[in-house]
Each structure stands twice: as C-alpha cells, then as structure tokens.
C-alpha cells in the first residue's frame, strides 16, 4: 500500500486471557477498545485487529468509533459466504472457531443467504506449536483438512498462522478452495485506505 504509514500495537495478554478463560471476558474487551482509542490518538486513520479470538470486541468498536475498525477475518468471511453454501471452518482454538462461526453466519445473514457449517477443531494442534513442533501441527492441520472437510464448498482457516500449511501441501490434493485471512485483509485495508484518501482529496 503506497503512501501508507502502518505501525503496530500489541498486547499478547488479550489472547492469553481468552484462552485461559474460555471466552472473551468484559474486561479484555474494553482494554481492546482502549488500545483502539489509543491508535485513533496516534494518527491511525483507521485499525485493523488482527485476533480473531476477540472478534466480538472489534464487532463493539464498530459501533464506537467514528474511523473503520475492521477484523481481520471480515474480508475473508464474506468471501467464503459468496463462494458457497456449506462452508468449513477450521481452527485449532475453540476460543478462535466459535467467533469465525458467528461472523461467518452474521455475513451470510447481511447478504441473505443460507449457509451450512461444518467446523473442525484440530486438537493438538496448538499445544504442539506452543512446545515448538510445527511439525505436528501441520500434520494435524493437514489430515483435518482432508478427512474432515470433504464436501464442503469452501474451507476457511479460523487463524492466520494456518495459512503456510496449504501452502506447502501438492497442489492439486484438496478438492476445494481454501481461504485464511491474511491476504484478504491485506486488500480489505488498501481499498479501505484508498477510499479514505479519495474521500481527502475531494
């Protein structure tokens, strides 16, 4: 994105928090609300979060601040949603699927479609990257993929670190598209950044 300033905030507690407690807590929303109010202070023009384990939070900030606040799946959902009717959904946290599965159904309710989930939660997959064996959790990742979503129209990674595994996998072995976030955002913020600067010029 030319002409684009970008810098980074991070705060890895507002995972670790939801992780430990099994959802998003109140409180972890409003430090993420107060992290956004900050970037909105330090000249952001607008904010992408990029967890979508606290979706529910950036869904809040929407509605609280005057510059876009956008989730980093956002893009990625409404495509899966355009892309198909049974849609699957993978993701190697619950606190991660079960957000990706409400955005998903939240898109599909904007555009008046009728989407059918099949979710797939890769365990053991986390706690082996955490112990640094990416290894096996590509492994996991990978037989999930093909055993769990045949016949699904579309797959989409719940979490960007996903994305590698499909990659690396011969081309031509999965039957059907899938999708993950990273590159999606990526365009989602130039053409969000693009109308903004449009709008300035005008």
Do not use: W
């Amino acid at each position: 994105m030319p002409e684009t300033t970008i810098f980074h905030m991070v705060d890895e507690s507002l995972i670790k928090d939801t992780i430990r407690n099994g959802y998003l807590r109140r409180v972890t929303m409003r430090r993420l609300l107060a992290m956004i109010e900050s970037a909105e202070m330090s000249g952001a023009d607008a904010v992408m979060v990029t967890c979508s384990s606290i979706g529910a939070g950036v869904e809040l900030g929407k509605q609280l601040f005057d510059f876009p606040v956008v989730r980093v799946d956002d893009a990625m959902a409404e495509q899966a949603v355009r892309m198909g009717r049974r849609i699957g959904v993978m993701a190697t946290l619950r606190t991660t699927l079960e957000p990706t599965i409400a955005l998903l159904q939240a898109k599909a309710a904007e555009a008046g479609r009728e989407i059918e989930i099949v979710s797939s939660l890769c365990d053991g997959a986390f706690d082996a990257v955490l112990a640094g064996d990416t290894a096996t959790h590509d492994r996991i990742l990978s037989q999930a993929l093909q055993n769990d979503m045949k016949g699904v129209d579309v797959v989409v990674l719940a979490q960007a670190s996903m994305a590698r595994v499909v990659k690396a996998m011969p081309e031509g072995l999965l039957a059907m598209p899938v999708l993950s976030s990273p590159e999606l955002a990526v365009r989602r913020a130039a053409e969000i950044m693009a109308s903004r600067n449009g709008s300035a010029a005008r």
